[in-house]
């Protein structure tokens, strides 16, 4: 019997899905979890995180992806204007710019934003102490990833109806606004949604501006925990608490995706 390509590749996916299965039950078997759950899943350790694990670490993780990422957005949207425009120094800044913070880590960033600031500006500081801190050390660096991301939209709306607009007598600027930045952020929403994503997960890098228990975020909160309890039990807690946030962020991205592909 002469199997055609279309079944040879079925049976091959079943024996893949088959023997993944098989390891995936002998991985189980296997495991010793009388020991995994004393080490990792311990109830009264868990029990002692909350409320403030809530009301104090999750809260101030979201704060600090929100305030970065509007910071983020705002200033990428002004680099991918840079970026496009026609005044060759304004699209030099906005290449240098991009491409240094694209290549440095958000932990450096930070770092620099924590203690160089003030060390460089000594009667000056930024306002909202950690807050601040927080907002604008993350999102310089998302700023970089947020301005390609929007450069790419607005390069993506076809340049017809610019050349529209301008014939109905708006200005450049005005056609920008009201037609093209439009269409250009419903394009570009789902890779933004992913940008608060990885937001989210760089707001474990904050204890660097060292944070007091009223600024603590999820990952600090749960190694001080740890350190308290002698248990990694905290840090399964927080990495629970974080899927919190970013599973229904994934499935948003999902159908916004979905979206965008039945309307093209």
């Known amino acids: 019997m002469t199997l055609t390509p279309r079944r040879r590749r079925r049976i091959i996916r079943v024996a893949g899905y088959v023997v993944f299965g098989l390891v995936l039950v002998g991985a189980i078997a296997a495991a010793d979890w009388g020991r995994l759950s ?13 409320p403030e694990a809530i009301t104090i670490a999750l809260r101030n993780t979201i704060v ?5 990422f509007v910071f983020g957005l705002t200033l990428g949207l002004v680099l991918a204007l840079m970026r496009l425009s ?16 694209r290549g440095l880590p958000a932990l450096l960033v930070l770092f620099m934003v924590g203690y160089g600031v003030p060390l460089a500006f000594p009667d000056r500081e930024i306002p909202g102490g950690v807050y601040g801190s927080v907002t604008v050390g993350l999102g310089l660096t998302a700023a970089a990833y947020m301005a390609e991301t929007i450069r790419a939209g607005i390069q993506a709306v076809p340049k017809g109806q610019l050349e529209a607009a301008r014939t109905l007598g708006m200005s450049h600027a005005r056609a920008m606004v009201s037609i093209v930045l439009p ?10 949604t ?34 308290t309890k002698v248990n990694p039990t905290p840090l399964v807690v927080a990495g629970l608490l974080y899927l919190v946030i970013t599973l229904p962020l994934s499935q948003l991205v999902r159908g916004l995706e979905r979206r965008a592909a039945r309307e093209r």
């Open 86 to 101: 026609s005044i060759l120094p304004y699209r030099w800044f906005a290449t240098a710019y991009i491409e240094l913070f």
């Open 183 to 192: 269409q250009a952020f419903r394009i570009v929403i789902p890779p933004l």
């Open 64 to 68: 600090y992806t929100l305030l970065a």
């Open 194 to 227: 992913n940008e608060i994503i990885l937001l989210t997960k760089d707001t474990s890098l904050v204890y660097v501006l060292g944070v007091t228990s009223t600024t603590i975020e999820l990952t600090k909160f749960a190694g001080d925990t740890l350190n």
């Open 38 to 50: 004393d080490a990792f899943f311990r109830s009264d350790v868990a029990g002692s995180m909350f």
